[in-house]
């Protein structure tokens, strides 16, 4: 079964061009929310509150997630996508122990429990889970020339959370157009560019993988 799904906005479909730039390791799915493993699934039709996942998921167990644009994939299809927890989705990253505790998180998508073209609730079984930490050792460095704040991107200036290890720094404007970028701090003072996510008007693209300075 192939699921797409529609712009809230427009009620319209969209392409997305998932190439991997140089330097990065992979593309993922962003802004997907994980449901609490002991809640019922929730139905699309109600707007009852519903409890968000606190716990990172682990390989080999079976999650129900909600996918919105751009989802777009058949059953079957292996992805990656953003794990956080209910706190950081809603309010960001305050500390860095909440950094810490998200992941890219690879996945087998199975079934669709619901859908109504704007917004599903799929079953997926996790393959993988990689810590925004380990995202620094699990590929080998990409080294560039640029400062990370200006890698594939316009210089990320303005800065989001300076909470050692973790850095997240951004370049917006007006909402429009943007980078977030997600750089980790080794304990030999190496920064390692590790996530990158664009936005331009409706188009969205987060990038994973370990991209240094050249030194």
């Avoid at 509150?49 to 777009?72: A, N």
């Avoid at 594939?152 to 429009?176: H, Q, V």
């Amino acid at each position: 079964m192939e699921l797409r799904l529609k712009c809230k906005a427009c009620k319209d479909y969209h392409d997305f061009d998932r190439r991997i730039p140089e330097g990065y390791a992979g593309w993922c799915y962003d802004n997907m929310e994980w449901l609490d493993p002991a809640e019922p699934l929730p139905s699309l039709t109600q707007d009852e509150y519903w409890q968000r996942s606190e716990t990172r998921p682990q390989i080999g167990e079976t999650w129900k997630l909600c996918v919105t644009r751009p989802f777009h994939e058949q059953t079957g299809n292996t992805f990656y996508v953003v794990y956080e927890s209910a706190y950081q989705f809603f309010n960001g990253y305050e500390k860095a122990e909440e950094v810490d505790s998200s992941a890219i998180v690879q996945c087998r998508f199975e079934r669709v429990f619901e859908t109504d073209e704007i917004t599903a609730w799929i079953e997926v079984t996790i393959l993988d889970v990689i810590p925004f930490r380990e995202l620094a050792s699990r590929f080998p460095a990409y080294e560039t020339c640029e400062p990370l704040g200006s890698f594939y991107s316009e210089p990320c200036r303005d800065t989001d959370l300076n909470a050692p290890p973790w850095k997240l720094i951004y370049f917006s404007t007006a909402g429009e157009y943007g980078s977030y970028k997600t750089i980790f701090t080794d304990e030999n003072g190496v920064k390692h560019l590790v996530l990158h996510s664009t936005f331009c008007g409706w188009s969205e693209n987060t990038y994973f993988g370990n991209i240094i300075q050249k030194s």
